[in-house]
């Protein structure tokens, strides 16, 4: 696989997971203005390391691995709630 490829997957994950710690600390600061940020960068994130598990010319140890993290994930971003 292409390193600037692999590369690019690695930041993307290391992204969503600092985002994902990020909101773990919003509830206790009343921040919903940058949980909302957060969450949209998650998600934006997630959408474009599926694009790259479905088009890039990976190998199927490889796109297993992303989709099992997409998997996840996903359902990470479906159980965080936004405060009103």
């Known amino acids: 696989m292409n390193e600037d490829l692999q590369q690019e997957i690695k930041t993307l994950q290391n992204e969503i997971v600092k985002e994902e710690n990020k909101i773990i600390d919003y509830p206790n600061n009343d ?3 940058s ?25 199927a ?7 099992e993290f997409l998997r ?9 709630r936004i405060p009103v």
């Not at 949980?35 to 190998?59: C, E, F, Q, R, V």
């Not at 996840?72 to 965080?80: G, S």
């Open 31 to 33: 921040d919903s203005k």
């Open 72 to 80: 996840i994930h996903l359902e990470n971003l479906w159980r965080m």
């Open 61 to 67: 140890k490889q796109n297993m691995k992303i989709r």
């Open 35 to 59: 949980m909302k940020k957060s969450i949209a960068t998650i998600h934006s994130d997630l959408k474009y390391l599926s694009i790259i598990a479905n088009g890039a010319p990976i190998d």
